[in-house]
């Protein structure tokens, strides 16, 4: 066999173990029993055991290093597909079986400290786990290797982990980003506390009943013409997205009789994911090249769908007559003007996944903080309740009652460090190529007459398909001619926030 195929038929084996993992973890997070799930768990990790081997075979290692030699003279597809592997060689290449054992021994223990820590608002519960899930990744970022760009730009352990959910990442490059954005967004929030508006929420806590929530989702899903015959919605505790094939991505959601606008934008945040994942080229899939896209390239377009359309306010003057067939008792007394201003209120809070638009990234950035120090051993375990009820305090000024609705309330830190920042990231990119779009064509007359056909095949042109071939920094450059800035973020809530609260 030639050795293209050989490490096409290698990817593929690996990709229908990942998959496979991915049919169980859906079913293990929506509709499975409760003493069903550590079985689903234990099969899980030999499925994604399976995937690691296959990747290690003698045969595909050497398939995969003797084909880089030749790599100038193969296509496009086919040389992504060689980088993209050689890249997850490299990441996993150094761990041993045994390694990779211990690391997921200790997270599921990580996780299960953290739940127990978490119902008792009690952070010393956690803290041993957290500090063994510390040094796994200090392990992890030290095992990798590096080839020599990545040499000269992963500086520390805490790089090499961003690294590994922002390709091309470092803090040489966050930091500054990081700095101006908590700057301005602590002085907008500043007037916004001062502003003497007051916007009407009495409607945003009426009882909606679940099967009328379940309409609200259908709708807005024909609205953003996502094609169901490739995708479902189910219910999980957390809502996320999970892409099984080519033609089948699904999403969850959460119906909270009493807070129907967390479903709403819940299915508008995951139907962004899912349009990524079901708007992608066949090829990446045909050249297993679908984990290219970065988190932070994700969430840009998740948080595109969701607050860039959703929280418009041609967007909600596209749905609000639909949600007022629908939802007459809950919306009848109340304006479109009221409505908008409703789903855009902003109020500094404890709870980050609560957060609205405005002191998002600041969550954000605390967490970034924080984690960098942790890695990097300027804080300690015991030190962190602390620290982070002080970074509360002097970035959003509240300050948490517990741990639980402090350090405690995120899982990442069971597993990952260097996954928070995407979450920002995502908002600069996607300001970034908003703001191209709307050079190109009125966003807002598109959306009010629910033209979303223009703006999805903008996105399916111009975002989606190169995002898995080229790195980050060379993606926005591609879509915007511009290096990465939180510019036309902090812009964009200085303008629309301003007009909000009228400052
Ligand atoms: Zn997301």
């Known amino acids: 066999m030639d050795r293209l195929d050989v490490l096409k038929e290698g990817l593929r084996r690996a990709e229908n173990f990942r998959a496979a993992a991915s049919y169980i ?27 690691v081997r296959e990747r290690k075979e003698p045969s595909f290692v050497s398939a995969l290093l003797s084909s880089l030699k030749d790599i100038d003279s193969m296509d496009e597809w086919e040389r992504a597909m060689v980088k993209e592997a050689y890249r997850t060689y490299r990441i996993e290449k150094n761990i041993t079986k045994e390694e990779a054992y211990s690391f997921s021994l200790q997270e599921q223990q990580a996780f299960l400290d953290w739940e127990k820590a978490k119902k008792n608002a009690d952070f010393s519960i956690f803290s041993k786990s957290l500090q063994g899930v510390i040094e796994n990744n200090k392990k992890r970022a030290s095992l990798r290797e590096l080839d020599e760009t990545e040499k000269g730009l992963m500086k520390s352990d805490y790089d090499r982990l961003l690294d590994m959910y922002e390709r091309g990442m470092t803090t040489e490059i966050l930091d500054p980003l990081f700095d101006e954005s908590k700057e301005r967004i602590v002085s907008l929030l500043e007037k916004i506390k ?10 945003l806590t009426r009882k909606v009943p679940t099967e009328k929530q379940k309409e609200i989702s259908k ?17 999980s505790a957390h809502a996320f997205t999970d892409r099984m094939a080519y033609d089948d991505v699904r999403i969850t959601t959460h119906y909270y009789e009493d807070q129907f606008l967390s479903n709403i934008y819940s299915i508008m945040h995951e139907s962004g994911h899912l349009m990524f994942d079901m708007m992608q080229p066949k090829e ?3 050249y297993f090249i679908t984990e290219g896209k970065t988190l932070g390239m994700h969430e840009s377009v998740s948080r595109f769908y969701e607050n860039r359309i959703g929280r418009s306010k041609s967007f909600i003057s596209l749905i609000y007559p639909r949600l007022l067939e629908i939802i007459p008792e809950t919306l009848s007394d109340v304006s479109e003007r009221e409505f908008y201003e409703g789903v855009n209120i902003v109020e500094p809070s404890l709870i980050r996944t609560e957060a609205d638009e405005v002191t998002y990234t600041l969550h954000i950035i605390i967490r970034y903080e924080l984690e960098k120090k942790l890695i990097g051993g300027e804080l300690s375990v015991e030190e962190l309740p602390k620290a982070w009820n002080e970074m509360y305090s002097e970035l ?14 995120d899982v990442h830190w069971s597993s990952d460090f260097g996954y928070f920042p995407t979450y920002a990231i995502g908002n600069f990119y996607n300001s970034m190529y908003y703001n191209a779009m709307n050079r190109d064509f009125d ?4 959306v009010r007459s629910g033209n979303l056909e223009r703006i999805n095949s903008w996105m399916i042109e111009r975002v989606f398909k190169k995002a898995d071939r080229l ?27 301003g007009e909000v609260y009228g400052l």
Not at 471 to 497: A, N, Q
């Open 396 to 409: 959003l000024g509240v300050v948490p009652e517990n741990d639980a609705e402090g350090v405690l309330q």
């Open 284 to 286: 990446n899939h045909e």
């Open 219 to 235: 709708m807005l899903q024909e609205v953003l013409l996502v094609d169901t015959t490739r995708s479902l919605i189910s219910e």
């Open 471 to 497: 790195t980050p920094s060379e993606w926005i450059f591609d879509i915007t001619g511009r290096e990465l800035t939180p510019c036309d973020f902090l812009d964009y809530l200085d303008e629309k926030y």
């Open 443 to 446: 966003i807002g007359e598109a």
């Open 194 to 203: 001062n502003s003497k508006k007051k916007i009407r929420r009495d409607f």
């Open 25 to 51: 973890n859906f079913d293990m997070s929506t509709i499975s029993p409760e003493n069903a799930r550590a079985h689903e768990g234990e099969l899980i990790a030999f499925l994604e055991n399976e995937a």
